[in-house]
């Protein structure tokens, strides 16, 4: 192997290395205290928000806090970590209606702050989606199971 042949294959693999290590947030695996703060937009009169609070295992496999309904079959689709930066798109859904949205959230080690802007379409009246948007807090409580 020739020393130009070497050196390209040494920058290859220092090149891959770093985007590996960067697709990676500053983010604990863990139990994590998750609030959301619902918001109805785009109505007529002003909805007062929503606010809900769980706690989920979430892990390198599993960046997106989950924020289904009981009775709702959710996927998450499209993810994407860029830096901190985790990006999503969600569908849900139910015998009646379709949930679409887009989330992103910014981790900092043992917290995050994020928004998942979304559409609800009722399959029994179609017309005018309802659109709301999530606010979403984190913070991690300890390990998963304790």
Do not use: H
């Amino acid at each position: 192997m020739s020393l130009r042949t070497m050196n390209f294959l040494t920058i290859l693999l220092v090149v891959c290395a770093a985007t590996a290590y960067a697709a990676a947030p500053d983010f604990k695996e863990g139990e994590w205290s998750v609030s959301y703060q619902m918001e109805v937009t785009g109505m007529p009169f002003q909805m007062p928000p929503i606010t809900t609070k769980r706690t989920m295992c979430l892990d390198k496999n599993n960046y997106v806090p989950d924020n289904s309904q009981p009775g709702q079959d959710c996927k998450i689709s499209d993810q994407k970590v860029n830096g901190n930066v985790v990006t999503w798109v969600m569908t849900c859904r139910t015998q009646e209606r379709i949930i679409e949205g887009q989330g992103k959230i910014t981790y900092e080690g043992t917290r995050y702050d994020g928004v998942m802007n979304a559409k609800l379409i009722s399959t029994d009246t179609p017309g005018t989606p309802v659109s709301y948007k999530y606010i979403m807090q984190g913070q991690r409580l300890g390990a998963c199971g304790k």
